[in-house]
């Protein structure tokens, strides 16, 4: 079963803009980790956040946790058509098991 | 290897067929992840390996499902009497150790059960 939640499910916006998405999340976490898969393909490792982390930068990523609300948020800055994909969230069980939510699917016209 | 790899990327069956996907993980990676990924959703766990060992199999839907890893190298899943629900695409992951937070993901077996 799916762990946890990502809205919004789909999320269209134009080159330039930023995009913003949220994951909600049910168990107690060490970490909390972010995923990108382009169509037909894998999933990627964007970024990781500890539970004693509140926010964190890569490049046009920025990353956020509230383990009060078990909620993060993934920002992506000045967003390109290459960003176009779908993203995940995804906790970690101590054996390394992820738990994934359903994803938002991301447009990015140019 | 460059990276995670699997085969076939595409299979078609009949339902009741068995069928086998194979996964060649990242060399010297010695966790190895199976995942089943339904269409508009997030991947679900299947197994997990640590080298030739299969410690968690609790993900697996059904005993019509069974994954090996013989030598704690390339990986097996193999699904007996295919059903249409068995339609989705299989991930496969490796890790280089059990405590390894970033899981390197193939691109996917796509099944198809007509």
């Known amino acids: 079963s799916q762990q946890g939640e990502e809205d919004p499910q789909a999320l269209s916006i134009q080159e330039g803009e930023n995009a913003t998405m949220n994951c909600s999340y049910k168990?107690?976490?060490?970490?909390l980790q972010w995923y990108r898969q382009n169509s037909g393909r894998g999933l990627v490792h964007l970024i990781l956040?500890?539970?004693?982390?509140r926010e964190k930068h890569s490049g046009r990523l920025r990353v956020t946790l509230d383990t009060s609300k078990k909620s993060s948020s993934l920002l992506i800055t000045a967003s390109r058509a290459a960003d176009t994909a779908s993203y995940f969230c995804?906790?970690?069980?101590?054996?390394?098991?992820?738990?994934f939510g359903r994803g938002t699917q991301l447009t990015v016209w140019p | 290897g460059a990276g995670v790899s699997q085969s076939p990327r595409y299979k078609v069956a009949k339902r009741g067929q068995d069928v086998a996907l194979r996964c060649d993980p990242i060399?010297?990676?010695?966790?190895l992840f199976w995942y089943q990924q339904a269409l508009g959703q997030g991947p679900e766990f299947l197994t997990y390996?640590?080298?030739?060992?299969?410690?968690?199999k609790s993900g697996l839907p059904s005993d019509r499902f069974f994954a090996e890893r013989p030598e704690g190298s390339v990986s097996t899943l193999k699904i007996q009497r295919t059903q249409q629900e068995d339609s989705a695409v299989y991930l496969c992951?490796?890790?280089?150790?059990?405590?390894?937070?970033?899981?390197?993901f193939g691109p996917g077996t796509r099944l198809t059960v007509t």
């Open positions: 992951a490796s890790s280089r150790r059990l405590g390894s937070h970033e899981q390197y």
């Open positions: 390996f640590q080298n030739e060992a299969q410690l968690d």
């Open positions: 995804a906790s970690r069980s101590t054996l390394g098991r992820l738990y």
């Open positions: 060399s010297g990676h010695v966790s």
């Open positions: 168990t107690s976490i060490n970490n």
């Open positions: 956040i500890r539970s004693n982390e």
